[in-house]
T-cell receptor, first 114, second 115 residues
Framework: QKEVEQNSGPLSVPEGAIASLNCTYS??????FFWYRQYSGKSPELIMS????GDKEDGRFTAQLNKASQYVSLLIRDSQPSDSATYLC??????????????FGAGTRLFVKA | GAVVSQHPSWVICKSGTSVKIECRSL??????MFWYRQFPKQSLMLMAT?????????EQGVEKDKFLINHASLTLSTLTVTSAHPEDSSFYIC???????????FGPGTRLTVT
């Protein structure tokens, strides 16, 4: 089982719709959770971080965390063609050693149709 | 803000030569920096974790003598690809982690082409 799993997609949604991106993780003691956006040919950009159960909203983005289910999601409201990118879920597991290395999922490709 | 720069943004070199890539955190101190490699349409691959003032920790399968990492200060880490070969051609991306959190901020990346 991969430490961080995402559906590779592509996830295709029409402009204006809600895009829902999901991620599961294996380490129950994980502490920190992040969503990054990566446009083709560019480096990842941090768009959301979440540390406690529940929802966290920032503009059109909402991150949802459920530690009991080991599940984190990202909702993008009013999706725009400019949101078309690969979204990476990242998790920092609890470790006593190893320097708290963040584990990245392989990413979900999102395509927003105009 | 949290800005990370990388230099150069792209480089072409001949097989057998060495290339140095710099990664700088511009507006925060980073005790830990990371180096990734990404091939076209593939996932990020962590190469090594760089801690200021100590030796880098390399991921399994990454040759430490080929990919030399130096983290000389809280704002600068360098990656040197020694004796580069065409198979080393890739997109190299660094990231820096704020000392106060686990958030990682990525540099814009360096596209290396070895001919």
């Amino acid at each position: 089982q991969k430490e961080v799993e995402q559906n590779s997609g592509p996830l295709s949604v029409p402009e204006g719709a809600i895009a829902s991106l999901n991620c599961t993780y294996s380490d129950r003691g994980s502490q920190s959770f992040f969503w990054y956006r990566q446009y083709s040919g560019k480096s990842p950009e941090l768009i959301m971080s979440i540390y406690s159960n529940g929802d966290k909203e920032d503009g059109r983005f909402t991150a949802q965390l459920n530690k009991a289910s080991q599940y984190v999601s990202l909702l993008i409201r009013d999706s725009q063609p400019s949101d078309s990118a690969t979204y990476l879920c990242a998790v920092t597991p609890f470790r006593n050693t190893g320097g708290f290395k963040t584990i990245f999922g392989a990413g979900t490709r999102l395509f927003v149709k105009a | 803000g949290a800005v990370v720069s990388q230099h150069p943004s792209w480089v072409i070199c001949k097989s057998g030569t060495s290339v140095k890539i710099e990664c700088r955190s511009l507006d925060f101190q980073a005790t830990t920096m990371f180096w990734y490699r990404q091939f076209p349409k593939q996932s990020l691959m962590l190469m090594a974790t760089s801690n200021e003032g100590s030796k880098a920790t390399y991921e399994q399968g990454v040759e430490k003598d080929k990919f030399l990492i130096n983290h000389a200060s809280l704002t600068l880490s360098t990656l040197t690809v020694t004796s580069a070969h065409p198979e080393d051609s890739s997109f190299y991306i660094c990231s820096a982690r704020k000392s106060s959190s686990y958030e990682q901020y990525f540099g814009p990346g360096t596209r290396l082409t070895v001919t």
